[in-house]
């Protein structure tokens, strides 16, 4: 069966310091693989989706970049946090068209 | 741009009876429409899809209704059970896009003893 791990779970990082969070697959090949956040109060906002390996598409500007250096692993990574990244990140996964997306277990980053 | 949108932050019901969740959405290629609960501290976990071809999608307790022409979505829970108190994200898909979900801001459910 299919797994996605995600992690850390928990994350408080200053402002300025560099951001690295890391999502992998199993049980899957060449699934598409997205990064959300969730900001407080508010709904799940796409930040970047991948459809294979080194294939990277941003949704959104923003102070955050995405990579996928394996078939099954997808990171999110800043050079330098600002508060306004802090909230819950979610990695996710779909097989293709017409499937659901599964989720992982969320970071929550606090920037201080 | 909020393309799907759920107008009830918050929602609170009484045990056994039915609990009824609302989303719109304004683009009308969106032909895939989901259904997510959320406990806090953990990820959004599927419920139930719906297609656009399609106007009603039922698993067990939960019921999907699909409004093509109001751009309207619900998700029926009957009858309600406390467990199922979470927060719920209704989702959109643009299937030729690559699947890309566009998800709204949630409902709160409270189901009550």
């Known amino acids: 069966s299919q797994t996605i791990h995600q992690w850390p779970a928990t994350l408080v990082q200053p402002v300025g310091s560099p951001l690295s969070l890391e999502c992998t697959v199993e049980g899957t090949s060449n699934p598409n693989l997205y990064w959300y956040r969730q900001a407080a109060g508010r709904g799940l906002q796409l930040l970047f989706y991948s459809v294979g390996i080194g294939q990277i598409s941003s949704e959104v500007p923003q102070n955050l970049s995405a990579s996928r250096p394996q078939d099954r692993q997808f990171i999110l990574s800043s050079k330098k946090l600002l508060l306004s990244d802090s909230g819950f990140y979610l990695c996710?996964?779909?097989?293709?068209?017409?499937?659901?997306?599964?989720f992982g277990q969320g970071t929550r980053l606090t920037v201080v | 741009d909020q393309q799907v949108k759920q107008n009830s932050p918050s929602l609170s019901v009484q045990e056994g009876r039915i609990s009824i969740l609302n989303c719109d959405y304004t683009?009308?290629?969106?032909?895939?429409f989901l259904w997510y609960k959320k406990y806090p501290a953990e990820g959004p976990t599927f419920l139930i899809s719906?297609?656009?071809?399609?106007d009603k999608n039922e698993d067990g307790r939960f019921t999907v209704f699909l409004n093509k022409s109001a751009k309207h979505l619900s998700l029926h829970i009957v009858p309600s059970q406390p467990g199922d108190s979470a927060v719920y994200f209704c989702a959109a898909s643009l299937r030729y896009n690559f699947n890309k979900f566009y998800f709204g801001s949630g409902t709160k459910l409270n189901v009550k003893p």
């Open positions: 719906i297609s656009s071809i399609k």
């Open positions: 683009n009308s290629m969106f032909d895939y």
């Open positions: 996710a996964w779909t097989l293709g068209r017409g499937t659901e997306a599964f």
